[in-house]
């Protein structure tokens, strides 16, 4: 682990007791994210790594029970959703919901309008055009409803659009790997990789795959077991997990 | 709660709330009784058939219960009703010609406005009179006819008798029998063969009084091969006490043409609107239905097609928004007579603020309709719990060779929905206003752009701080 001081903390949770309703998930939970870091969080089915992802965007069925969750000077757990969007969290949802009559494109309107400035209607065309082509992405999916009818990876790569577009200071991508084919990983790859460059923001990358980090390098591995970390460490973990499985974890 | 701080609410939410002083012309008395009705008639001077349809319905309109099913009916009081008042001498041709009083009503509506930008002929219907009508001069020439339905049946009174009363007979419900004995206004439509009307008609339904009974009677005949569009508004101002709406609206489609039928309903919510409409649609004939329900307190409305010949297709997008106080019982009949017909209906409807909206249809195919085809759908979204959806869809097939579909949804405003839209920095009104909106927008986006508008914001306006 490479800890650089310098680099100004973006997300801390410390000592996190949460859960979906009543049921308790999360059980001391720890993490740093510093700008421009890229944490890989991994972990068995039930470890409770999608809780963590809706706890920290604030599902309105997350709870949490105790520790804090500071993100950029803020205390998260205070903030409705949508002041967190504003804040700069951003979430790659791992089942992004249809909304019929809404256009992608409309929404996406809408969402910069709130969380960065209103912008015209030509200006911010271009933009998303220019994103979705490099995410080779059809244009007209633009102007279709919201994931409405999308394949899993077209949903996944309107969630990267999204991203690209509203350039986050941290982004949760909750198992945006799973549903891709391996063209379509590659591609979201490169870009969660040129957002890095441009905009350097924290990654949380939650995945249960090994595949994705071959093209997304992590700075950090983190495995989730039975709601606490189990084991970190750099990219080198990742290998070793792959060859041994959890079971070497929990062991 | 408090009533009068209610009504205050309301004010400020419906924009067209307010009324303007009686200065009219004649008021009948309280109430209905044979006396009321033969001086309605007399008022007229009908021809002596149409008195006795009156006197008769009345006689139906009594014996006929009331429906025991739909919403609740138990407050209206007959009684209480002002059945019928004439508020000017004659149709006006120009608005300069109204009282004052009147045409700054339709001022406020924007009904003289829209008429120049987009409308081929206005009818203005105030209380129980139609007060003002236009129709363009090439329309007039071509014989296309557009009058207020007393004097369609002053001057074509053998084509009024040959369809009057066809389609919904006096005796089919209690609101036919109680329009067909006290109908006044209302517009009668003939389009001659062939010949298809590009600009919209509209007809502009106003009550002003308190306690007032409007039962417009409409007939539009669209001969064979001709198209017409047309779409009727209505309002009133916001009383403590109840008013009734009661229409009857008999459509005949005549072989290869096309009637498409219009309704943006947006009576203040202390109006109950109780409507029966009805298509007769002929061979390859076309009848499409759009029905939106945003105002009145209770509507029991459900747009019918009757496909009697072969190739007859009949449509009905019926649209419903019930909020706080308000039931939409609304839906739609699609009957198969023939072989080879095709139906469709799809119905949204959207409760919130403890409003309720029921589905309510029926599909019904007779024996040897073979070949004919039907789809349902109907979808409803529900805001808050304290609102409510029920669905009550019929279907009788009496034939085998059919096909029919049927889907029917029921949604909460999706939670998921309305955290994803959140999550991405969108606030909780906003969100809900997207969704409802992309919701209705497929019926929506069915209509003119100027009504589409003008639909946006009926709905924009119902749902101003009702979600966050």
Known sequence: MRPNAEKSILLEIKDLYAGIESREILKGFNLTIREGETHALMGPNGSGKSTLANVLCGHPRAQVKSGSIIFRGENLVKLSPEERAKHGLFMAFQYPVEVTGVSLFNFLKTAYGSVKEKIDYARFGKMVRDEAEKLKMDPAFLSRYLNEGFSGGEKKKAEILQMMVLSPKIVIMDETDSGLDIDALRIVSEEINRARESFNPGILLITHYFRILKYVRPDFVHVLVDGRIAAEGGAELATKLEENGYEWVRG | ?468
Not at chain 2, 109 to 123: D, F, N, R, S, T
Not at chain 2, 221 to 238: L, M, Q, R
Not at chain 2, 346 to 364: A, E, F, P
């Open chain 2, 1 to 468: 709660m408090n009533k009068e701080r209610d009504l205050k609410n309301l004010k400020s939410s419906y924009k067209l709330g307010f009324s303007v002083p009686e200065d009219y012309v004649f008021k009948s008395k309280k109430g209905l009784d044979e006396k009321v009705v033969e001086e309605i008639s007399a008022i007229k001077s009908e021809p002596l058939w149409m008195r006795d349809l009156r006197l008769k319905s009345y006689q139906t309109f009594r014996q006929k219960q009331m429906p025991g099913w739909g919403g609740d009916l138990s407050q209206i009081n007959f009684n209480e009703i002002y059945y019928y008042l004439k508020p000017t001498k004659t149709e006006a041709k120009s608005w300069e010609d109204l009282p004052k009083g009147i045409r700054e009503t339709y001022n406020k509506i924007g009904v003289p406005a829209a008429e120049k930008k987009y409308l081929a002929g206005v009818k203005g219907q105030y209380e129980s009179e139609v007060i003002y009508g236009s129709l363009l001069k090439s329309l007039e020439e071509k014989g296309v006819v557009f009058l207020g339905m007393d004097e369609g049946l002053k001057r074509y009174p053998d084509l009024v008798k040959e369809y009057f009363g066809t389609v919904i007979p006096p005796a089919d419900n209690k609101f036919a029998a109680l329009n067909s004995s006290v109908w006044s206004g209302g517009s009668f439509i003939y389009v001659p063969k062939n010949v298809k009307i590009s600009l919209p008609l509209q007809a502009y339904f106003r009550i002003n009084a308190a306690n007032m009974g409007q039962f417009e009677r409409t007939l539009i005949i669209a001969d064979e091969g001709s198209f017409v569009s047309y779409i009727e508004g209505c309002s009133a101002p916001v009383y403590s006490t109840d008013s009734l709406h009661s229409a009857v609206v008999e459509i005949i489609v005549k072989r290869g043409a096309r009637v498409r039928y219009t309704t943006i309903q947006n009576w203040s919510t202390n109006v109950y609107n109780l409507v029966t409409k009805r298509a007769k649609v002929f061979g390859d004939g076309v009848m499409e239905w759009v029905d939106y329900n945003g105002g009145s307190r209770l509507t029991m409305k459900y747009p019918s097609v009757y496909l009697v010949e072969p190739g007859a297709h009949g449509e009905i997008l019926s649209l419903a928004f019930a909020g706080s106080g308000q039931h939409q019982d609304t839906g739609g009949k699609a009957i198969h007579a023939a072989p080879n017909t095709t139906s469709q209906i799809i119905s949204k409807s959207v409760s919130l603020n403890g409003g309720r909206t029921s589905y309510r249809g029926l599909l019904q195919i007779y024996p040897g309709a073979k070949g004919s085809k039907s789809k349902v759908v109907c979808d409803a979204l529900i805001l808050d719990p304290q609102s409510r959806s029920d669905t009550y869809p019929t279907m009788r097939i009496d034939e085998s060779q059919v096909q029919v579909e049927h889907e029917a949804t029921v949604s909460k405003i999706g939670e998921d929905q309305l955290f994803y839209l959140m999550s991405r920095g969108i606030p909780e009104a906003q969100a809900g206003s997207l969704i409802v909106s992309g919701f209705v927008e497929p019926i929506v986006k069915q209509l003119p752009l100027e009504y589409a508008v003008e639909l946006n914001r009926l709905i924009e306006l119902q749902m101003e701080g009702s979600v966050g």
